[in-house]
């Protein structure tokens, strides 16, 4: 009973709201206006765009090197205090976003930053003059990985440990090198789970919004951002179009989360039990 009315009134009581009012005009009415132009407004397909091409970029890169992070962790030869230490970074580093994370980046690469200071000072190179910024899709991509890589070392560390000893032994005793085994049975196995984390990756970087409203203040055309302004302003504040927009993420994100529940359904046959 506690499970059920906390999803009812955090999950199904607000999506039915977002849902309701995307269809609804400033007098209660029934209209699919918003809906319509949400589709047809060219600021509002480029916020999408820009939201599903940041979150595949950081998915990628973050499943890639998360993968490797934790194999590193996790195979033999492997020095036994890294992997509880990496796994415990990784649990406070995935929840840490937001304004502290923002200030952490900009303290750090800003314009005035530690890093970008002391490159400056010491090397004659200052990233700013060659394009980097890091209030650009660039530097928000950055900032997200740093939270996505830890996510994605938590989310594969199962998976890798259900890479059995003896299937290595077995292909060897076959004559399989190394790449046969990662060719035909290490890849294979770990296949939907890296794909399933990529998933849950995309989901968690798309719908970020404290990260890139902090860092940039709303300079990125991404949904969240878009949503947040719609709703916060004094006198173009429109609520029904921010619900069809969030209606949008809903959709978006509930297409990634089935795939990574179909992925993981797959995937959870070769976790050690």
């Known amino acids: 009973m506690p499970f059920f009315a906390y999803s009812f009134f955090f999950l199904i009581l607000p999506s039915a709201v977002v849902l309701i009012g995307a269809f609804q005009d400033d007098k209660g009415g029934f209209t699919t206006k918003n809906i319509s132009e949400v589709i047809h407004t060219p600021q509002y397909r480029h916020a999408f765009r820009t939201s599903i091409e940041i979150s595949l970029l950081t998915a990628f890169l973050g499943g890639v090197l998360g993968l490797l992070m934790a194999y590193a962790a996790v195979k033999r030869g492997t020095p036994r205090w890294i992997r509880p230490t990496l796994s415990t970074f990784s649990g406070v580093a995935a929840n840490f976003a937001g304004v502290p994370l923002a200030f952490a980046f900009i303290a750090t690469l800003g314009t005035l930053g530690i890093v970008t200071k002391y490159m400056r000072d010491h090397f004659g190179f200052n990233p700013y003059e060659h394009g980097f910024s890091l209030f650009t899709f660039t530097g928000v991509s950055i900032v997200y990985l740093y939270f996505q ?4 070392i938590l989310v594969i560390m199962p998976a890798l440990d259900g890479l059995r000893a003896e299937w290595r032994e077995a292909s060897s005793n076959l004559g399989g090198t190394a790449y046969h085994y990662w060719r035909h049975v290490g890849i294979p196995v770990l296949a939907p789970s890296i794909l399933g984390g990529m998933v849950l990756l995309f989901g968690n970087s798309f719908s970020a919004y404290a990260t890139a409203y902090s860092l940039t203040g709303g300079a990125i055309n991404l949904v969240p951002l878009v949503i947040g302004q719609n709703i916060g302003a004094d006198v173009l504040s ?10 949008g993420m809903i959709v978006v994100i509930a297409f990634s989360m089935t795939v990574y529940a179909l992925l993981q ?7 050690k039990r």
């Not at 890589?149 to 994605?152: A, G, R, S, T, V």
């Not at 359904?265 to 976790?271: E, K």
């Open 149 to 152: 890589i830890p996510l994605m």
């Open 238 to 247: 429109n609520p029904h179009l921010s619900q069809a927009l969030a209606l």
């Open 265 to 271: 359904r797959r995937a959870s046959r070769w976790v």
